[in-house]
Every structure is written in C-alpha cells, then in structure tokens.
DNA sequence: ATCACGTATACTCACTTTGAGCATAAATCG
DNA sequence: CGATTTATGCTCAAAGTGAGTATACGTGAT
C-alpha cells in the first residue's frame, strides 16, 4: 500500500495590471508554476516563498495557504503517479513590465467577468447547456435546475461572483470545460463550452484561488498588496472591481475606504488621466497592526 | 533530497454534549485521532470519512479540510521523520453515550469560554505574564503589547471569539504554553500557563479547527449537523454557545432562526426541563438546497 | 390554590450599516 | 466656451443589529 507520494507546492500568484487580474502561468497559459516540496524548507510557506521568489524574483507580499488536492481522478491521467498538491495564493505588486508569463484569469473563466453586465456568454451558451443538463438529470433533474440558478445567479437569483469554484465544479460536472471530457468517455451530446483549459486540475486550483480572494478583500485589506505605493482612489476602486468581477458604487467605495482609514494622503495628485486631477494616497500600514483582526468591508453595487 | 514524505490525516471530531462542546482524543486525551493517507482513496476526503467511521462508528455529517502543516519544528523531535499532516473538520452529533474519548475542548483552552464572563484565568495569569512578555520585548515591545490587546481583547478592545488560533500562537511565542518549551531549551522564566497540552501540534490543529468553526456557523448552518433530531431552540441556543464560547442575545437569536426559515416544527413540546414547555423543531433539510450559498448570521451579545 | 421561578414568545426601539441618488467642483479637450 | 470626464460632498431610505420590556405558560413548593 505504503507507495511514495509525491507532494508538490502550487502557486495561484496574482497581480493586477492594466485593469485585469492576472495570474502566473507557465507553458504559455496552461500551467500554474508548482514544484516539489523540499524537505529542506522549515515551512510549507517558506518553502513557496522561497521558490516563488527565485523563479520569478518578485516579492511575494501576502501569501496564504489554499487548499490541499489529492483526487485521484482529476489529473487527466489514471496511470499518474499519485501527487499530493498543496495550492498557495500569493498576491503581488504589478510591475508593468513583464506581460509574459501572466494571463488574465477571465481567459479562463469568460463568465466571471460581470463587469459590464453579465457576459452574454452565459445567456447563449452557458445557460442553455446547464439547462440540457439538468433536464436529463431525472429525478434530480429539479434539485439541478435550482444549483444552476443559484450558482449562476439566473431566474431572480443575485449574481454572486464568491462562487466561482462552484461554478466551475458545476461545469465540469455537466461535462462542459474542456477538463471533464479528458476523464470521461467522448459523448457526441457534450462538448466543452468556453473558456481555456489547463493542465491537470489547474483550472480547478485556479478557480478556488478566485474565490478565495474575492471573499478574502471584502474583510481583509489584502487589496493593498497588489496596489504600487501611491494610488487613487479610483485605481483602487478598479482593482477590487477587477478582482471582484462586477461594479462598485464609487462614493460608497470611498465613503468605506476612507471611514476604515485604510489610507492617507500623500499630499500630491496625480493628473494622468482625464479630468479632474485625484489625490494620491498611499496605504496606512498602521492598520496591519492596529485591527489585523478586525473586518473591511467593500460595498459592491447590486445592479 | 527527494526522501518518503509520510501523508497523516488528522481529524477534529466535533460533537457537543452536555453544553460542551467536544472533540474525540486519544491517548486519554493527549492525542487528535490520526492516520495515514493511503493511495487507495479516490479523494482526501473520502480518505478521511472512510477512516473515521470505521475506527468511531460515528456518521460523519459535515467534513470539511482545515489546513495542512509541515511545519519542521513543531513536531518537539527534531528527528522525526518528516510528515505532512492533512488537517480535516470533521462535525457529528452528539450520543449520549460513550463519553470516552471525547474531552470538552475548553480542558485545551480554558481561557476560550466566555460563556460566564471573561475567566479570571487571563486577567489573573495570562494577561500579566503576556504583559512580561511584551515588556522583555526589546523594541518590539509596543508591537507586542498591541498584539496582545487585539487578540485577547484587554484594554477596551473587544474579546473576538474567533482569534482562537492566534491567541494560541501568541501564547506559543511567549513560551505559555507546554508545546512552546518542548521546543526550546529550557529557561527560568517561561513556565506553561494554562490549558492542558498535546502531542506534537495537535493543540494547534485543534485551534484552528475552533477557530474554523466559530467562524463558520456565523454564515452557514453547520451548527445542525451537531443536533439531534429534534431540538428545542434553546437547545440550539446553547450549543452554539457552546461552540462560541460566548452568549447570545435569545431573542434575536429566535428571530433570526426564524427569519432565516432554517427549521420547522414538529408540532411536540418538550417539557424536559423547567418551565413552560419549548416547541420542538426541526431543520429544513431544504435550506441547504435552497441556498447553499447564502449566509446565517448569528447575532452574539455585545456585554 | 397560589406564588415564585424558569422558560417561551411577542413587540419595541434606537442606532448602524448599506445601497443608491443628487449636486457640485475641478480639470481636459475640442 | 461648452462638452466631457473625473473627484468629492451630502442626503436618504431601507434593512440589519444589538439591546430592552412585557406577557404567556409551564413546574414545584407552600
């Protein structure tokens, strides 16, 4: 019984730039960046860290373990040694430079992106297909039709973009991401639906990093870690929209950001853009250790 | 490099009986229950079920992971093989019998129950020797006096029930608690405080559990996989204070029950107790359906 | 019987939070 | 100069939240 195991670190690492989330890729966009986990590190996250920085030589700022994957069916290969996978996400400044190596997760996930409404996508495509699914589910056929709404916020349900690993095991479920049909006999009635594909579970480990995150900068001030120094307002606001995949009320943004006192003024302003020039803040690290505990808020906007 | 790096699964077995709230041990209770991973299981989870419930003969209702450590040097022998432990909750309801094996988690973390007040355990012990502590700190001194306030809620900050593992760790840092001097060489001045220690991390993977589950009954209704069948709402008040180490406000608490659709009557009463007889309910198995994304607030009192 | 006590329920109330809209100010661009 | 764009200040209503008050309905003791 007592086979080795392979145990391998994965890293979900994103930053921001140009409006969208990105995330580290290897392979030209099919792979996370992973390696072995060595023996000789003190800590899991050491160990992460560690490499991340090596490989990649920028500063991890915030790093948090994800979760651990072990399922045997989901590498795509049966004959697969068995590997444990302990997933991290890492959040990181953007650099400007350097687009390679980085895509934007909505390559992956067309349908988490509601910034601008819901994506069409979902009413042509990914609608119709989940309901072909749920209507040849027989008896569960109803207790389907509900997940489908809930997740994907259809029939008067609210969109609720914390459930994007939800959503993807739904999809993979109803064999429509490309992942599932690779551990599933061909059928002519499925075929995948959108979005790329990755290696192995990646896009699953992908998915639970997303979620994660935008759970994560509703109550911790974790956005900061992928802000430069400086900033305005408004380039804040367009981070947690991009991470968050939908709108924000603008002055309740600030109404939150400044009640919380996550910032402070820098004193300059910054006329890069259009109109009005915006003040530059930059984060009050103080917070870090006057409420490493306590909650932050960020009012997303309903419709 | 690459030697056999041995996979356990540990698990935190909740259950709450007589108003407390227990977690199953071995070794009389200086043990989590353990064992290795094996390659036969199709998913760590399905692993750790499996295992569970031959070796309790318990039904396990909601099993969820918790985190995975490696940590070098907390294992107390520096020797040690190397292991990587898979950290699941793990929630049942409660027997009645057999009593063995289950021990009241506050017997790991006496200064956790607030049930009755704060215990006079932290303002007498923890809280001045934690003051030490931060005073030996050199230039961290503030910092730490600031981390102390926060995560035991001393100097008007509010005691927030959550920060379980941090107040152990805390503890840790300062050498309180029994597992911190195993690992160092011994010294005059630091003497284990409080709480009864166990092997290896145990005591933190505990914690963290704790900690898991504080948070969670917050937005989700795991608190009913820990009832009986049927239970009367102050049943389910008690529990979750059980769990919470802390009061609630009764009737907000109904009102939220109630708002929240998550149970039903049976249409008995029971009159077990005191006083007028308290209708008995049920959960609404539907509400899982319903909105298994949904949040459940529980209101806790302020004082 | 009735009184004290413990529990169960029903309502009220003030205050905060939260989603949203209106209005004004200060820049740029034709 | 007026249109456009961004910044920023203020108001408002609805919902949520942490309490408190009052009353109903059982039990067991006197």
New interface residues.
Partial sequence: ?????A?DLIAVLVAVTGGEPRVMTLDGGSTLPSG?????????QSGLRDWVERQTHHPLGYVE?L???????RTGEESAP?T?S?AYLGLTRETGEEERGWSSWYDYFPWEDHRSGPPVLIERVIAPALARWAQAGGVLSE?RR??VS??FGLEGTPW?EE?TL?RYELLFEAGLVEEALRCAAPRADRAAVAGRSMTADHRRILATGIARLRAKIKYRPVVFELMPPHFTLLQLQRCVEALAGRLVHKQNFRRLVEQQELVEETGETSSETAGRPAKLFRFRHAVL?????AGTKIPLART
Same sequence: chains 1, 2.
């Fill in positions: 019984m007592e086979r080795a195991v145990v072995p986990f060595e023996l000789a590190h003190r800590t899991l373990q979760y651990t994957f072990a399922d045997r069916d068995r444990i302990i207790e509900q997940r809930a997740t609720n459930l939800q250790a006057e409420r490493a505990m």
